[in-house]
């Protein structure tokens, strides 16, 4: 015997889990993109040990 049909509650927790991962990739995507533009810009440079301490 297998079962056929969905619970409604299985419906809505897997509307609310596409809607939390489509809000996570979104942040994912923001992030990724600030840090490209951080790296790629003009004045990026990599902090240079100064006697010591960074």
Do not use: C
Request: aromatic fraction near 10%; glycine fraction near 12%.
């Amino acid at each position: 015997m297998s079962l056929s049909r969905q619970h409604q509650l299985h419906t809505r927790r897997y509307s609310r889990n596409l809607g939390l991962g489509l809000v996570l990739a979104g942040f994912v995507a923001l992030i990724f993109g600030l840090t490209v533009a951080k790296v790629t810009s003009e004045d990026f440079a990599v902090p240079t040990e100064v006697g010591g301490q960074y």
